[in-house]
């Protein structure tokens, strides 16, 4: 596994759906906001102020690039993309979180076995 | 409710640190229109307001570097494994509440106090309820305040105050194109002193419309119709369409002011002669140019009644628009002193080719390459932005530049959108990589409340 994607780990909740929307494809802000309300099924949903701390981080760590500016002649607003990287530190966490799953069900199976 | 809510909502923009408010406060402004309605503003509120709180402390953290913090395993780290390391303190966490809320507090105090102009920020309109930070439409850009306050020019605090303008510098604008219409709109100067009125007013009447004696209105092949509207010595009006018509007659700029109606109002054009009554035409002689042109969109506006049924109503609604802003290396055109005025006496200054162009004036002419040249003397800002207009389709383009002095503009060129031939020039810059270059200005896209005239009815007309 990268090490430069291992430093990266744990990833917060927020992080990880936004880089999880941003693996659909490039999107601006709202889209991302949009795409992780739809990827929880409207059980989690992020706010502007979140979006943007969250992609403050993501920007600064290379995890997430612009990939488009914003443009005033055709009113298209800056979308971001989800870099190699930070398809890597996806990648990482979500093989972190199964082996916290895996260990969950095994603890709570024991747990209900002794109880 | 929906403007205080943005208006809360950009004030809380506004307390973020600069960095952060810089980059991201105008996504954050899109998004919040977006949202405001499917997550609701309480939500939204709570979400900037943490928003907020993280941003401070991070900002206070990295001014004074934390030993600790610096080992701190993942800067994307919830919480959750983080509950080892000071990465804040409660002072620090004291300090950047304290900071916030003292921000907070000085901004209440100023939007209290003096209503449009916040902590230096220029508010360019007070009208709009969309925040100076909304404006701000690239990441790393700053507002104009430091270009303004450096080179000395003041930074207009209401925007409603410009079409005030508006009508004495439309009369130079020579009559070559859609963007050379005559549509000032002045009447609502003094109105619109207030901080709650929308940008881009149309004309409203001021008391009993009069009426042309006589008018007659003939149907016109809309394949032979001019694509320009011209105003001959007989009052005579041929308009591409009846939209274009009411446009005129209710001063609006852009075709997204009027709003509504059938759709042969778009398609059916006519020729409408109307004879001003003689009485009206003798005061016409001692009145100002845009008493006159008041008078003749109150007569179109009672033929609009009279002959095509027309009922329509104003309302404020929030569009998309560009804002003229100076960039951030600041403007590159100086200011120059104001046009002498004008009597009604005085005869018309409208330039021709071949002559110098009269202060208060401004000329755009197509050169042979189909690149558009625009020269102007002693001109505002309001009449750049009406003049170009014209070439960014049918988005409004408000004047958020904060200048409110005269300045002279020399072969502002560009490549117009319309024209293949011009864009395929590969010298001839867009129209706003010109402004940008030439004059230091920028477009930036934002949603600003404006007004425009809802049509309940109308009727084609009978004609005579």
């Given amino acids: ?115 | 409710m929906d403007a205080l809510y943005r208006r809360i909502y950009c004030l809380l923009l506004r307390l973020h640190p600069a960095p952060f408010r810089n980059e991201f406060a105008c996504e954050m402004a899109l998004d919040f229109e977006d949202t405001l309605h499917t997550y609701g503003f309480g939500r939204l509120l709570l979400d900037a307001t943490s928003s907020l709180a993280r941003q401070w402390s991070a900002h206070i953290l990295s001014d004074a570097p934390d030993p600790v913090s610096a080992r701190r395993p993942s800067l994307l780290a919830g919480d959750y494994v983080i509950v080892h390391d000071r990465a804040i303190t409660p002072l620090e966490l004291g300090r950047g509440m304290l900071a916030s809320t003292a921000m907070f507090a000085l901004c209440t105090v100023a939007l209290t106090v003096s209503p449009g102009h916040v902590l230096g920020i220029p508010i360019v309109s007070a009208s709009s309820s969309v925040s100076a930070m909304e404006r701000n439409p690239r990441p790393g850009t700053r507002m104009p305040m430091d270009e303004s306050s450096n080179s000395g020019f003041k930074v207009s605090r209401s925007a409603v105050a410009a079409p005030a303008q508006i009508g004495t510098a439309a009369t130079m604008v020579p009559s070559s194109g859609p963007a050379a219409i005559p549509t000032p709109g002045c009447a609502l100067a003094e109105s619109a002193p207030t901080g709650s009125k929308p940008e881009l007013l149309l004309f409203h009447p001021s008391g009993p419309l009069p009426s042309y004696e006589v008018a007659t209105i003939k149907p016109l092949d809309p394949n032979t119709a001019s694509d320009m509207v011209r105003l001959g010595p007989g009052v005579t009006l041929r308009p591409l369409s009846i939209r274009r018509y009411i446009m005129n007659a209710y001063g609006a700029i852009y075709p997204p002011q009027v709003i509504g109606g059938p759709d042969w109002i778009n398609k059916d054009a006519y020729v409408i002669n109307g004879k001003v009554p003689d009485d009206l035409q003798s005061a016409f002689q001692k009145a100002t140019r845009e008493d006159r042109i008041n008078q003749i969109r109150m007569m179109e506006q009672c033929l609009l009644a009279d002959r095509f049924h027309l009922k329509a109503h104003y309302e404020t609604r929030v569009l998309p628009v560009y804002e003229l802003v100076p960039s951030r290396n600041g403007l590159k055109i100086t200011e120059v002193p104001a046009p002498p005025e004008r009597k009604p006496s005085d005869p018309p200054t409208r330039p021709r080719p071949g002559d110098s162009l009269a202060p208060g004036s401004m000329m755009s002419k197509p050169k042979g390459n189909g690149v558009r040249v625009l020269n102007g003397r002693a001109i505002k800002m309001q009449l750049l932005t009406r003049v170009i207009g014209g070439d960014v389709g049918n988005r409004p383009i408000v004047d958020h530049t904060g200048f409110s002095g005269y300045f002279d503009i020399t072969d502002l060129t560009w490549a117009p959108l319309s024209d293949a031939a011009a864009a395929s020039q590969p010298d001839a810059p867009s129209l706003a990589g010109a402004l940008e270059e030439k004059l230091g200005l920028r477009l930036v896209t934002a949603k600003d409340p404006i007004e425009v005239l809802v049509i309940d009815h109308i009727d084609r007309p009978t004609p005579n």
């Fill in chain 1, 1 to 115: 596994m990268n090490p430069d994607a291992q430093q990266h780990l744990p990833l917060s909740p927020a992080t990880l759906h936004v880089l999880l929307a941003l693996t659909e494809g490039e999107l601006h802000g709202y889209g991302i906001m949009l795409e992780v309300a739809r990827q929880s099924g409207g059980q989690y949903k992020i706010g502007p102020g979140t979006l943007y701390d969250n992609l403050k981080k993501l920007l600064s760590a290379r995890l997430v690039e612009e990939s488009q500016p914003a443009s005033p002649e055709t009113g298209t607003r800056r979308a971001f993309q989800i870099t190699t990287l930070g398809l890597e530190v996806l990648t990482a966490e979500v093989e972190r979180l199964s082996g916290v799953l895996r260990h969950a069900r095994r603890s709570i199976r024991l747990a209900e076995r002794r109880s």
